[in-house]
């Protein structure tokens, strides 16, 4: 266990040094004649240490975004802090292990430097290529060996501070029989038409209440008065004139996609010679195995013998014939091919297709207009924007161009017309009042121009205007809770004897579930009701549209002696464990650190992180 947690607490201090320094910034060129940032007892804070070290965290937090951060980006989620808090953390536990004696031997400074990849060479390590990489770094062999020798020697303090800190078996075994105590539980669902009354309809009174009572349930957001002139090519397309001649251009350019030949998904399986790839057909013609069996024999999945779609095109003439000829399901060969003789299996036809000029045309026809279109909206852009720019309003463009004018009470669940637009939304998210119109394009190659007329608050409608919807919310939750009603009535009179086939209930039934089971069809929160429940008690829970009536039948008690359980609790030990041991580290090396003389040189720490920027 020691060991373990001392591989994994020393474990980034060889890769900071190595791997980040050998590839990252480097210890010179940026700070000039600056070494040094600060001092921990009698430990200098380098300033390579701490570019090392933030060149390791912006890499971790690039690969948690998957795109490369700024150094700007990444003093915004303070990693520069992080970064020196760590060099200051390690160098504190240098200092210590210097004051106590602690050191590694030469022999084991060699091992660890030997087994670096980047020194190694045909025959293992070879120390002219450690020469050069240092070299190439701007470190010197001493200075780099110190380095090793300190982390050598902070690996043995840190191991020593956690070595035999136990796992709790009492809390691991707990926590098994809790996570892995099961339940059986019925469902038994409720709905309206178990309900033995009519729920009557709403009075003026009740939707008045329920009006007063519910208005976050009737709100209407915020929204934005928006004027806006577009044009699209869908717009003007149909005044577009495409000539038949283009659209047998268009379609013999692109004849592979309307006519084409039939094709196969088959599959391959290689052998080294033509005799064993014979043997292997025979035994299937003798139905002695089969195509996936004679694949598992040769250690391969049917992945791995994929071929995919094929035409003929793509097969020897031979190999082509046999193939195109066979039927789904059936193995021909074995056909050589460079990787030997092989035995394919077809696995379905994928017909001939032809579209005919006649049949495309229409579509052709569409899409050149779309295309012509947008070229007639392009070349009237800068048009456009000359008016725009001289003090055309909206109305004025929709007057003397092809735009149209339009007008939306916006907001960010209208999607809409103009506004199923990502470039419309976007705009209009921004606009601001007394702004000047711009021109922008839409994603089809459309254009708008956009203005706010102004905002209307988020507001309740008056009841007159909604009273309708009002009725049937109410009408819904009188029905929701009347089934609710229902459902509790039907379990307090719930027993072992009761006929559920007369209720016309049908029973469900869950068996061994646990507290991270998952039951289809069951609504936010059931695990923790059957958890909560006693054998043989019944409970409703609302289930929506209708209740749930859930009677604990039995619980079945965690078995330690079961594989799964006794795995479950040993990881558990082990995870109890390593917690524990790493909180005891972090007290240990907050200890040590508080009674430690630390000197930072902030100017010095502003100076690299400027020349960062």
Do not use: C, H
């Not at 309900?195 to 003026?204: M, S």
């Amino acid at each position: 266990m020691a060991e373990k947690k001392k591989k994994k607490i020393g474990a980034w201090i060889i890769v900071g040094i190595v791997l980040v320094g050998l590839a990252g910034f480097g210890t010179g060129g940026l700070t000039g004649n600056i070494r040094t940032l600060g001092t921990v007892g009698e430990k200098d804070i380098t300033v390579a240490a701490y570019q090392r070290t933030l060149d390791q965290q912006i890499r971790a937090l690039s690969a948690q975004f998957g795109s490369q951060i700024s150094f700007q980006q990444a003093q915004a989620f303070g990693i520069d802090r992080q970064a020196l808090s760590q060099v200051v953390q390690t160098r504190t536990l240098d200092n210590e292990a210097a004051e106590m004696g602690i050191s590694a031997g030469d022999m084991a400074v060699f091992e660890r430097i030997s087994a670096i990849q980047a020194f190694q060479g045909a025959g293992g390590f070879n120390r002219e290529t450690y020469r050069l990489v240092l070299q190439q770094t701007g470190q010197s062999e001493s200075a780099f060996e110190a380095e090793i020798r300190e982390d050598l020697a902070r690996t043995l303090l840190q191991a020593s501070v956690v070595a035999g800190v136990p796992g709790s078996a009492a809390a691991a075994d707990a926590l098994v029989r809790y996570v892995a105590e099961a339940r059986d539980v019925t469902l038994l669902r409720v709905t309206d038409a178990l309900l033995t009354a009519p729920v009557p309809g709403a009075t003026a009174a009740d939707i008045s209440a329920f009006y007063d009572a519910n208005p976050d349930m009737f709100l209407l957001p915020e929204a934005r008065e928006i004027t806006y002139a577009w044009m699209t090519p869908a717009m003007i397309q149909d005044q577009m004139d495409v000539t038949d001649l283009a659209i047998e251009t268009l379609y013999q350019d692109r004849i592979a996609e309307f006519i084409q030949p039939e094709r196969r998904l088959v599959e391959r399986l290689n052998y080294a010679d033509r005799a064993a790839a014979q043997a292997a057909a025979d035994r299937l013609a003798g139905a002695q195995t089969t195509f996936d069996a004679l694949v598992a024999e040769r250690g391969l999945t049917l992945a791995d013998v994929d071929m995919g779609d094929l035409g003929r095109d793509d097969l020897p003439a031979d190999t082509a014939d046999a193939v195109f000829t066979a039927s789904p399901g059936d193995v021909v060969g074995p056909f050589q091919t460079t990787l030997g003789a092989a035995l394919f299996r077809v696995n379905a036809v994928l017909n001939a297709q032809e579209v005919t000029l006649q049949e495309a045309a229409d579509d052709l026809r569409a899409e050149l207009a779309a295309e012509a279109a947008r070229s007639v909206i392009n070349d009237d852009f800068d048009r456009i924007t000359d008016l725009l720019a001289g003090g055309a309003t909206l109305e004025d463009l929709a007057e003397r161009t092809d735009l149209v004018l339009g007008q939306i009470s916006w907001t960010p669940q209208v999607t809409e017309g103009i506004a199923a637009y990502d470039n419309f939304r976007d705009a209009a998210e921004a606009l601001t009042e007394g702004a000047f119109p711009q021109l922008e394009v839409l994603s089809d190659g459309g254009v708008f121009a956009l203005r706010l007329d102004g905002v209307t608050p988020a507001r309740v409608p008056p009841l007159d205007t909604i009273r309708a919807d009002v009725a049937a919310r109410w009408q819904a939750q009188a029905q929701q809770d009347a089934v609710l009603a229902r459902a509790a009535e039907i379990a307090a009179g719930l027993t072992a004897d009761t006929d559920l086939a007369a209720l016309g209930l049908t029973p469900r039934v869950e068996s061994n579930l646990t507290r991270r089971s998952f039951v289809e069809g069951t609504p936010e929160g059931f695990n923790e009701v059957v958890f909560a429940l006693t054998p043989g008690e019944a409970r409703v829970v609302d289930a929506g549209n209708g209740a749930l009536i859930l009677r604990l039948d039995a619980i079945t008690a965690a078995d330690p002696t079961a594989t799964d359980q006794a795995a479950q609790r040993a990881a558990i030990t082990q995870s109890i464990g390593a917690g524990i041991a790493q909180d005891l580290f972090d007290a240990y090396a907050q200890a040590v650190q508080q009674s430690t003389r630390i000197t930072i040189n902030q100017a010095t720490v502003d100076a690299v992180n400027a020349q960062l920027q």
